[in-house]
């Protein structure tokens, strides 16, 4: 099961779903604009979320995005 499935469904049990507030948006639209290195997509959103609501603490939250990154194909 890749990381983003293990989000998806730890999201899915506890009822959460990505929320976009202008904050989210805005630090996603300075990422895109910065031709920066990483950007934040749906399972990075979801960890934040689910880390801002308290169902996983910082450390399984940082675990999380750490694999995540891990699995994506590299673009070089």
């Known amino acids: 099961m890749s990381v983003a ?13 990505v929320a976009v507030d ?3 948006w ?3 639209e300075f990422t ?4 920066g290195g990483a950007s ?4 990075i959103l979801l960890v934040a979320d689910m880390m801002r609501d308290g169902i996983i603490s910082h450390d399984e939250g ?5 694999r ?3 699995e994506l194909p ?3």
């Open 40 to 43: 934040a997509d749906r399972t």
């Open 5 to 17: 499935d293990e989000v998806e469904e730890l999201a899915r049990k506890h009822g959460v779903d």
């Open 32 to 35: 895109r604009l910065s031709d």
């Open 26 to 28: 805005l630090a996603m």
């Open 22 to 24: 202008e904050a989210a």
């Open 68 to 70: 995540h990154v891990r």
């Open 74 to 76: 590299d673009d070089s």
């Open 62 to 66: 940082t675990d999380l995005v750490l």
